[in-house]
């Protein structure tokens, strides 16, 4: 697990990013969310809608705008940009600088990148893709440092 070197801040706006994906991936994510503590919650054009089978089919259809909300006790990660080949899940900063919720978060990194089987980053969300954190599978979490940062 990740060291105390770099402590989430509540006020920092963070992303939990996953590229190299396929429209699958959407349906294995909420599969695999759907078999945990979270709530997951997806709203089409302001309203609550149910989640088909087929969950890809409304999100890449250009004439709904859609909202995934995830809730994981305190922690909040909303998804409102749907693309093919990444996932970008934004997370609510109000609670992450708590020492728990900042735990429960990288868990659900390593829980997304093993159900996937994909490499999952924590990054900030002000455009610059510097991971903070990484989960690789096979290798678990690690936390990066600025040298590592500064490579990617």
């Excluded at 002000?126 to 590592?148: A, C, M, T």
Aim: one cysteine or more; proline letters at 3%.
């Amino acid at each position: 697990m990740a060291s105390n070197q770099y402590e989430l801040g509540s006020d920092e706006h963070l992303r939990i990013y996953i590229s190299g994906t396929h429209p699958q991936d959407w349906n294995a994510l909420v599969g695999f969310l759907r078999t945990t503590e979270s709530s997951v919650t997806l709203f089409v054009n302001g309203k609550e809608a149910s989640m088909l089978k087929n969950l890809s089919a409304i999100l890449f259809n250009q004439a709904n705008q859609c909202l995934l909300v995830i809730k994981l006790g305190d922690v909040c990660v909303r998804c409102q940009s749907f693309r093919t080949h990444e996932i970008n899940l934004d997370v609510d900063p109000a609670n992450i600088g708590r020492k728990a919720n900042a735990r429960i978060l990288l868990r659900l990194m390593s829980a997304l990148g093993r159900a996937l089987n994909k490499e999952v980053l924590l990054v900030r969300a002000n455009g610059k893709v510097k991971p903070l954190f990484r989960y690789r599978p096979g290798e678990g979490i690690s936390e990066l440092d600025n040298d590592e940062c500064a490579g990617s």
